[in-house]
């Protein structure tokens, strides 16, 4: 069955950085887009990157543009997500999903910005 876990969140300060982590199973992975989603308390899922299969193409949304960077190693079956300047909006479960809609998702990392 699909297995999608997530790892490397945690707290840091404002501007700092984090890289998530997402090791996925049960599906063919190098032939799937990936999506990097997160959810703040009391707010609705929001898609914070998404990665085509070669990894040749990347889309932000202007919340996290020229701060967040997706990859993917389609030999290790792992996406990434380097956050970079980090603020406290940005404070979040972040999940990882095979689907533009977020339902098929991990249990996600959960990422706190303070200071």
């Known amino acids: 069955q699909v297995q999608l876990v997530e790892s490397g969140g945690g707290l840091v300060q404002p501007g700092g950085s984090l890289r998530l982590s997402c090791a996925a199973s049960?599906?063919?992975?190098?032939?799937?887009?990936m999506y990097w989603f997160r959810q703040a308390p009391g707010k609705r899922l929001e898609m914070v990157s998404q990665?085509?299969?070669?990894?040749?193409?990347?889309y932000y949304p202007d919340s996290t543009k020229g701060r967040f960077t997706i990859s993917r190693d389609n030999a290790k079956s792992t996406l990434y997500l380097q956050m970079n300047f980090l603020k406290s909006e940005d404070t979040a479960m972040y999940f990882c999903?095979?689907?533009?809609?977020?339902?098929?998702r991990g249990k996600g990392t959960l990422v706190t910005v303070s200071s």
């Open positions: 990665i085509n299969p070669s990894g040749t193409s990347t």
């Open positions: 049960g599906f063919p992975f190098r032939h799937e887009w």
């Open positions: 999903a095979k689907d533009h809609q977020g339902t098929s």
